[in-house]
């Protein structure tokens, strides 16, 4: 019997690892994506698999927190008024998903998602034979002030993190950062065990499609401006593809590939910055390092350290703001880090729906699957929603908390 043909349009970390998933699986996979690879938000981002985050962000803690949180009184929270048409009705749905059940249901999905990554990250990597691509180390929760320190060890000691664990730091550890943030060493922290870390986003998505292609997987750099429930792919040239299945995995291209089948996709471009450069003093055994009351991640990287912040909603094509540059780089050179001018600068869209839960799922017919919407977690969740979409494929009911349906009312 000839093997199911599948077209996966997107290819940034998602696409990526569905594509090599679905071909070792047995299936005949295009992937289709115009590039270029190191603009996708898979290249930018902090690495980090964050299966602490079990906490839906649509609550009304968020809400109460946003106004201490606005970039113009120095927090990392920011909305683009000239794209007030794009944020004001996702807002709307926003506020919405912060009901107590919807909350509910959110967290369990997320955790349902995330209680079995680090293991599909594992498995993922074993299958492009890249395993050290992956650090199992935990991360850190560093704090500059003591009273932001006692308010967010306890929040932080009071959340649910899944199958994560949070311990206070030993002295050593501690020790460690004031060695290297001479500038301004830290007062108090917390390790959070059972996290890990991608060493190089964009090497780990280059090593999930060389053996998606060394498997026989077929990648075609094109545009897909139209998909339908059919099984057919309509790309910029004019040309169309059919096969078995079509998966979407376009991130924030989603929502305008999937507007014209009539189910409403409520997705913004929730975008974000970082900054890279050489820091060698910074040890090796220094773990993904979160300023909490800065809103910072540090990030080690095998091309340097990362610095990323700011969640800026608005068009996904709009400039991007040099301001958040510039704070950041200040931020950092604050800390003792010597940030040098041409450091590279980068600005991505996390593609965000509002109750902060992503889409994973069949449309009716089952010959159109969805993966997208994973806000903050595209890394954590990639190679879990991998698995999950090639169940999905061979024609596993789809979640209820996870299909796109919940926004049809």
């Not at 998606?212 to 990648?219: I, L, P």
């Amino acid at each position: 019997m000839a093997c199911k043909s599948l077209i996966i349009v997107g290819a940034g970390m998602v696409g990526a690892a569905c594509a090599l998933r679905l071909q070792a699986a047995g299936f005949a996979v295009s992937l289709v994506d115009p590039g270029p690879a190191d603009r996708a938000s898979s290249f930018g981002n902090a690495g980090h698999i964050a299966v602490e985050q079990v906490e839906p962000l649509a609550s009304w803690a968020t809400v109460r927190q946003a106004p201490a949180m606005l970039f113009g009184v120095g927090g990392p929270l920011d909305f683009r008024l000239s794209d007030i048409g794009r944020w004001l009705p996702w807002s709307t749905r926003f506020l919405r998903a912060c009901g107590r059940d919807q909350v509910r249901r959110g967290r369990g999905a997320l955790r349902d998602l995330t209680l079995p990554a680090v293991q599909a990250w594992r498995d993922l990597l074993a299958l492009a034979d890249a395993p050290g691509l992956m650090i199992e180390d935990g991360h850190a929760l560093l704090w500059f002030d003591a009273r932001a320190a006692e308010a967010g060890r306890s929040k932080w000691q009071r959340a649910d993190i899944g199958s994560a664990r949070c311990r206070d730091m030993t002295s050593d550890e501690l020790a460690a950062y004031c060695s290297v943030l001479t500038g301004r060493p830290p007062v108090a922290g917390l390790h959070i065990d059972g996290t890990a870390r991608l060493t190089s986003p964009q090497q780990v998505r280059d090593f999930l499609i060389a053996a998606f292609e060394a498997k026989g997987g077929n990648r075609l750099a094109a545009e897909a401006i139209s998909v339908s429930a059919a099984g057919e792919v309509g790309l910029a040239d004019g040309s169309r593809l059919n096969a078995d299945q079509v998966l979407v995995t376009a991130g924030v291209r989603s929502g305008a590939l999937l507007a014209a089948l009539g189910t409403p996709v409520p997705l913004i471009a929730e975008r974000g910055y970082s900054i890279q450069f050489p820091v060698p003093s910074w040890s090796s055994d220094l773990p993904t390092t979160v300023l909490d009351d800065w809103s910072v991640v540090l990030a080690p990287q095998a091309e340097g350290l990362r610095a990323t912040s700011y969640v800026e909603f608005g068009r996904a094509d709009a400039p991007a703001d040099p301001r958040k540059w510039d704070r950041l780089i200040s931020r950092v050179r604050a800390l003792g880090l010597a940030v040098p001018d041409d450091c590279q600068r980068w600005m991505g869209c996390r593609p965000t729906l509002p109750d902060y839960v992503p889409a994973i799922g069949a449309w009716p017919g089952e010959r159109l699957l969805y993966a997208f919407g994973h806000q903050h977690l595209g890394v954590t969740l990639a190679a879990i929603t991998a698995e999950r979409i090639m169940r999905l494929a061979d024609g596993e009911a789809t979640s209820p908390d996870l299909d796109l349906r919940r926004f049809a009312s």
